[in-house]
Each structure stands twice: as C-alpha cells, then as structure tokens.
T-cell receptor
C-alpha cells in the first residue's frame, strides 16, 4: 500500500514529441506528489509537484496531470528536447517529510 | 550559496570493513535523509532524521546506522560492508513545514564493496 508504481522503465522520444510517464499509488492518504529529474552523475532535483486539490499543474513544457479517483498521476513533457534526456522519478508523501519514490524512467530524446 | 555535499564521491572497500559516508548541508534544514539508488529499485530510504539527536529507520535500514549530533551533518555508517551494499548513496535535506517540502539532494557517493 506504500508503493508508487512507475512506468515505463525507459522511453525513447523524437525531438519535438511528447514524453509521458505514468505513476500509480494505492494509499489515498498521500497528499503531495513531486517529480524529480536526475542527470547522469548528479543527484535528483525537483522538477514539478502537485497536491491532490488540483487536477493539473503546468510549468513551462512540463505538466502534471492528476486523477484522484484513479489514483494515478502523470508527467507530460511537451516539445521534448535532447536536453530533457534524464531519469525521472515520481514520488508521493503522506503529510510528512518522507517520500516514497517510484522506480524511475530513463528518458532519451533523439535529436 | 547554500548546498549539500557528500564525501567521498567514490569508494572501494572490502567485504566486512566499516565505512562512513559523510553528508553536510548548509541550508540549516532540520530534515535529512539517506537513500540508496539501484537499477530497478529507484531511490530507497535508508535512514532519516527530523532534527538533532533524532534518527529513524527507513525501508532498507539493515546494516546501516546514522547519528545526528548537529544540524548540518548526518553521517551514514556501514558497520560491516556486504557486496549487496554496492550502490550509489544520496543524501538529501528539507526544511520543516506543512509536509512535502522540497528535498535537496547531494551529488551522491558511489560505493563498491568487493
């Protein structure tokens, strides 16, 4: 019940395309859902986050879509660029400072 | 600028040896975390601390220990290293608030246990 399931494990997208990464959770008590971006050799860094009182949050080319009834949330990267090639982690938190992370998605954007 | 640093960045040790990984943050954050990252498992929480002298076990705490004697540091000790502890270790910190505050990660320590 504490798991966050992330898919796909890897993703290849053409430059200019849309990248979509999905996450699902079981625990309805989760109340904070961040996405982290990690470049090779670096630590993860916060990309965008959402709380369950909204269904969508957009920051530039990055959008989180949140479906509370389905217990799913997804990251959409519009107009994907080679510089977006990285590993992306979704996470969930339940009123505390701890996160439960997904297993990660390795994104490669082809030039 | 505030930052979070980890040392060493790379370490090779023999099975059975003790090793301590350092984590130092200048954000003055109360919360600090240690994760290990392995392919197929993502980031798994080892230990965490919500303040000085506070430590808590995460989901994969066996074989690891931490202590928090000041705000800035949370060293992670592997008491008797095993090959299964070969991994990349990340330290993170966050401030206290309503919950779900941003975690700031260090650059990681790549540990190889032979």
């Amino acid at each position: 019940q504490q798991q966050v399931k992330q898919s796909p494990q890897s993703l290849i997208v053409q430059k200019g395309g849309i990248s979509i990464i999905n996450c699902a959770y079981e625990n309805t008590a989760f109340d904070y859902f961040p996405w982290y971006q990690q470049f090779p050799g670096k630590g993860p860094a916060l990309l965008i986050a959402i709380r369950p009182d909204v269904s969508e949050k957009k920051e530039g080319r990055f959008t989180i879509s949140f479906n509370k009834s389905a217990k799913q949330f997804s990251l959409h990267i519009m107009d994907s660029q080679p510089g977006d090639s990285a590993t992306y982690f979704c996470a969930a938190s339940r009123g505390t400072y701890k996160y439960i992370f997904g297993t990660g998605t390795r994104l490669k954007v082809l030039a | 600028d505030a930052e979070i640093t980890q040392s060493p960045r790379h370490k090779i040790i023999e099975t059975g040896r003790q090793v301590t990984l350092a984590c130092h943050q200048t954000w003055n954050h109360n919360n600090m975390f240690w994760y290990r990252q392995d392919l197929g498992h993502g980031l798994r929480l080892i230990h965490y601390s919500y303040g000085v002298h506070d430590t808590n076990k995460g989901e994969v705490s066996d074989g690891y220990s931490v202590s928090r004697s000041n705000t800035e540091d949370l060293p992670l000790t592997l008491e008797s290293a095993a090959s299964s502890q070969t991994s990349v270790y990340f330290c993170a910190s966050s401030e206290s608030g309503r919950g779900g505050e941003t975690q700031y990660f260090g650059p990681g320590t790549r540990l190889l246990v032979l």
